[in-house]
């Protein structure tokens, strides 16, 4: 399949789904989708012959900071798990929040060979207080340069400093929420 897809805006809707289901997916060690249970497929419209060997970026919401999928990539690449919230896009521009949980996957000699993830419910206060806000700041330094890269370095600087500051690790901080 190509990674080519059409350009998707945000339609301003938000999609949910209930406390007891969880969204489920894995990805080959290069992001791409080997799997999505009915969950994924009905919140982001598309089928599984749509999803099935493409970036799992596809749902990616543009007001998702790139520097939070950094610190995600960078945990789990290295064979950590990372709790997240993730804003998330579908085929027609909905989004929904999810509070995900992602972990490497390992063969029998402990060596990566690709990603799970259990994505639940977020909670919408923790939403508005914490995560909106700061993702929102993160966004406006990811776009404050004219190199992406230098905007998502300075926001990872500035996140890690916010962490520094209030003396908590990333895990620390989403779990204090």
Partial sequence: MSDKRPVIKPSGRERHFKPQELIVSKTDL???????NEVFLRLSDYTENEVLG????MIRHPDMPRCIFKLLWDHISSGKEIFAYVLNMGKHGDHYWVYAHVT???????????YHSNRRVADPAILRSKIIPLYAELCKVEESTSNRKDGMNAASELLA?????????YDQFIQSL
């Fill in 54 to 57: 493409q970036p799992h970026s």
């Fill in 161 to 169: 400093k916010k962490l520094s500051d209030a003396g908590l690790a």
């Fill in 104 to 114: 490497p996957t390992f063969d029998s000699g402990h060596k990566v060979i690709g």
């Fill in 30 to 36: 290069k992001g791409h989708i080997t799997y999505a």
